[in-house]
């Protein structure tokens, strides 16, 4: 009779384990994708201190655009940083062409492509996304023949 009960019990431990484990896995890809949230704010704090930091010293970023010849742009991201971005190019006269953003599908008056497409010409391309730039670059450089620069190379630069 014993060896019945214990046959019945082990379908009930298996399941729990396999359960408990479940839960486990989960939780842990949870806490993985809040740490990389944090590491992406935390990214783009050190950017707007940067930004503030040369707005301080008397330097915008129009100015690089200027002293390089860069006349038009497409910003890469169009979250927050990709619309102050937009914001002082557009105040400092230089044509922002278009965005590159796979959510976004226009902002304010240009269109927005996702990454797939093929991209129309423009003298520099400005990357607004702190966190994956290097991958971003990476990616870009397959697809368009001109510069481009992360938002924070461009501070670095100023």
Same mark, same amino acid.
């Given at each position: 009779?014993?060896? =019945?009960? *214990? /046959?019945?019990?082990?379908?009930?431990w298996t399941g729990f384990w !396999?359960?408990? =484990?479940? #839960? %486990?896995?989960? /939780? %842990? /890809? !949870?806490?993985? *994708?809040? *740490?990389?949230?944090i590491l992406i704010q935390d990214e783009n704090l050190k950017i707007? *201190?940067?930004?503030? /930091?040369?707005?301080?010293?008397?330097?915008? %970023? !129009?100015d690089f655009f200027k002293n390089n010849h860069y006349h038009s742009a497409a910003i890469y991201g169009m979250g927050r940083i990709g619309k102050q971005i937009y914001r002082e190019l557009i105040s400092a006269g230089v044509e922002v062409k278009y965005g590159?953003?796979? !959510?976004?599908t226009c902002y304010d008056k240009i269109p927005c492509y996702s990454n797939e497409k093929k991209l129309p010409k423009v003298d520099i391309i400005v990357i607004a996304v702190p966190y994956e730039a290097k991958d971003i670059k990476n990616d870009l450089r397959k697809k368009v023949d001109c510069p481009i620069?992360? %938002?924070?190379?461009? =501070?670095?630069? #100023?």
């Open positions: 009779m014993r060896k =019945l009960s *214990e /046959n019945l019990c082990l379908p009930f !396999a359960s408990m =484990l479940y #839960l %486990i896995k989960s /939780n %842990i /890809n !949870a806490m993985k *994708e809040k *740490e990389k949230r707007y *201190e940067k930004w503030i /930091n040369k707005i301080q010293d008397g330097k915008v %970023i !129009a590159i953003d796979r !959510a976004v620069q992360s %938002i924070g190379d461009i =501070l670095f630069m #100023l």
